[in-house]
């Protein structure tokens, strides 16, 4: 499994759920952004299947 981003989508994603005052002992940042950009794959990859899945039913 690849965790690769673009350091583009990373600061994107980053500068919405970034909190500079936070007292967390991890990089809370990078691990949203990470679940985040896992979350959106997932929901392109399961939309892609349940169009198919309608296409099929249709015919």
Do not use: C, N, W
């Not at 990078?30 to 399961?46: N, S």
């Not at 892609?48 to 899945?53: I, S, T, V, Y």
């Amino acid at each position: 499994m690849s965790l690769d981003i673009s350091k583009e989508e990373y600061e994107e994603i980053l500068e919405q759920i970034k909190d500079e005052d936070s007292p967390v002992g991890i990089d809370a940042g990078k691990t949203h952004v990470l679940i985040l950009q896992k979350l959106m794959r997932l929901e392109r990859r399961l939309e892609a299947l349940e169009m198919r899945f309608f296409e099929e039913e249709e015919e």
